[in-house]
């Protein structure tokens, strides 16, 4: 299920999508502006692909987790 935090958005705010490798470790996918476009992006990518998908911001905050 989606689940956000009181996340509020002040400015445009690029949301970068992240998927976990065989090894474990953290790679880049994609950047979108809209939050519930990435998750959206990264729920389809996780599903054909089995793999975990994140979203981080600017900051390197993790705002989501999917798979």
Same mark, same amino acid.
């Not at 994609?30 to 809209?34: S, V």
């Not at 054909?48 to 911001?57: A, P």
């Given at each position: 299920g989606l689940v956000y935090q009181n996340y509020i958005h002040t400015t445009m705010v690029k949301v970068h999508i992240q998927y976990q490798d065989q090894f474990k470790k953290w790679k880049h996918y994609?950047?979108?502006?809209?939050e519930a476009d990435a998750y959206r992006t990264a729920e389809n990518r996780s599903n !054909?692909?089995? @793999? !975990?998908?994140? @979203?981080?911001?600017d900051d390197g905050r993790v705002l989501d987790l999917v798979g």
């Open positions: 994609q950047t979108k502006h809209h !054909r692909t089995g @793999l !975990r998908h994140r @979203l981080v911001d």
